[in-house]
């Protein structure tokens, strides 16, 4: 089977868990503290893998102890890293607030050496993107490296999905090489204008996109599933529970990685979709983000409800 290879950054994640988000030049105390991997594009990798995708992951790394968690983490999940190590920068890091009651979260990104990926960077794995079944990327790292990407795929007819995250402005040219886009409510929001509260309104925001050249569109509603949209068809896809929430950092994460991998399978684009939901609705039963992705069989047994 083709591999996946998606494009992102490895950062480590610094995860507070507190009842509130401090104000402004308040200190106050927190529930818990946990260091564990992040970065989506990691993280989308090492949900594809544990969901059975042979996957690759371009990145840079700086060379210091967090390059370590970086190496591990896609050591234990069967990721192939294609790394650049820059000795100039350091390791990417985020700080995470967890609001205690939900699970919810607040997320601040500082990229490092994952913010000097570069075109050339891609350029240089041309050959492993043409081999590719899909090509994966999101907005962590800079966009004109998530474009040549793109670009690379596309003219070899490798399938290529964008995860517009953190949101960003984004011209025609660069969505029309997006077979699949797969923003979320908020996303969606700012990438149309348009608000994203209710499926109706996801399905505008979709027609919005597809106006603009992307191919098809997924929209992730969160507790409400998400939209598959596409010029000939409109699905809802609830939401597959596998257990109470107790974080929801990785679900999007979680969904892509779960989505690229049955797409690379020859899946139904729909069928996609809800493998992704399934892989989503277990990894937000579990706290973190890379340690919460599902292996296979659990993800099949889920569907199999």
């Given at each position: 089977?083709?591999?996946i ?27 818990s ?64 607030f ?77 969505l ?7 923003p979320n409510?908020s ?27 992307v ?25 597959i ?65």
């Open positions: 089977m083709k591999p290879v998606v494009l992102g950054i490895f950062v480590a994640d610094t995860a507070y868990r507190a009842e509130r988000m401090p104000k402004m030049g308040e200190t106050i105390l927190g529930r503290f946990v260091l564990g991997p992040g970065g989506k594009g990691s993280n989308q990798s090492v949900a594809a893998a544990m969901a059975g995708g042979t996957t690759h992951f371009i990145t840079r790394l700086g060379k210091d102890d967090f390059a370590q968690i970086a190496r591990s983490t896609w050591a234990r999940a069967a990721v192939h890293p294609e790394v650049t190590e820059d000795g100039e920068s350091y390791t990417g890091a985020a700080f995470i967890l609001e205690d009651a939900t699970g919810n979260n607040a997320i601040i990104v500082s990229p490092g050496a994952a913010a000097r990926i570069t075109t050339a960077d891609l350029d240089a794995k041309a050959d492993l993107i043409r081999s590719a079944a899909v090509f994966v990327t999101q907005l962590e790292q800079p966009i004109p490296a998530a474009r040549r990407g793109l670009e690379i795929a596309r003219a070899a007819g490798v399938t290529t999905i964008l995860n517009p995250a953190p949101a960003a402005p984004l011209d025609d040219a660069m029309a090489l997006c077979d699949y886009i797969t409510e996303e969606a929001e700012t990438l149309t204008g348009l608000p994203v509260t209710t499926v109706v309104q996801a399905e505008a925001a979709a027609d919005a996109l597809m106006a603009r050249g191919g098809a569109v997924v929209i992730t509603l969160g507790g409400n599933g998400a939209l598959y949209r596409d010029r000939t068809r409109s699905v809802h896809v609830p939401v529970s596998a257990g109470p929430v107790v974080e929801t950092t990785g679900a999007g994460d979680a969904f892509n990685g779960g989505f690229a991998v049955a797409l690379s399978e020859g899946r139904d684009v729909v069928e996609a979709v809800r493998f992704g939901c399934a892989t989503a609705g277990i990894s937000v039963t579990r706290p973190g983000t890379a340690p919460s992705m599902p292996a296979r069989a659990e993800i099949d047994a889920l569907l199999a409800r």
